[in-house]
């Protein structure tokens, strides 16, 4: 039974931290690009950060760049999201989802049939 858990969720102040987590189970990492969508209420589902199991490469949204880092730890079938300098417009629910063909842009572009795997999501919450 393939399964992603996202965990990590919570409330925090502006200017704050939190640090997501996408356990997998029911498939091998390898070769997948996992990452990770938002959706505002009353907004659109965004892409935020992929990363490529395979070779490290990631891809993150412009509105994260520089506060946001993805990692992946494949032994534990696991990638990280930590949010760091929190905004209240990053308030969201977070979904994980992964691909084993898609890359990139083309990660980020894909729509909810367009990916192999998602996860239910955690919701962020930024006050001000």
């Known amino acids: 039974d393939v399964q992603l858990q996202a965990s990590g969720g919570g409330l925090v102040q502006a200017g704050g931290s939190l640090r997501l987590s996408c356990a997998a189970s029911?498939?091998?990492?390898?070769?997948?690009?996992i990452g990770w969508f938002r959706q505002a209420p009353g907004k659109e589902r965004e892409g935020v950060s992929c990363?490529?199991?395979?070779?490290?490469?990631?891809y993150c949204a412009d509105s994260v760049k520089g506060r946001f880092t993805i990692s992946s730890d494949n032994a534990k079938n696991t990638v990280y999201l930590q949010m760091n300098s929190l905004k209240p417009e990053d308030t969201a629910v977070y979904y994980c989802?992964?691909?084993?063909?898609?890359?990139?842009?083309?990660?980020?572009?894909?729509?909810?049939?367009?990916?192999?795997?998602w996860g239910k999501g955690t919701l962020v919450t930024v006050s001000s």
């Open positions: 990363i490529s199991s395979s070779d490290g490469s990631t």
């Open positions: 989802a992964a691909d084993l063909d898609l890359r990139g842009s083309s990660w980020f572009k894909a729509d909810y049939y367009g990916m192999d795997y």
């Open positions: 029911g498939f091998t990492f390898d070769g997948y690009a």
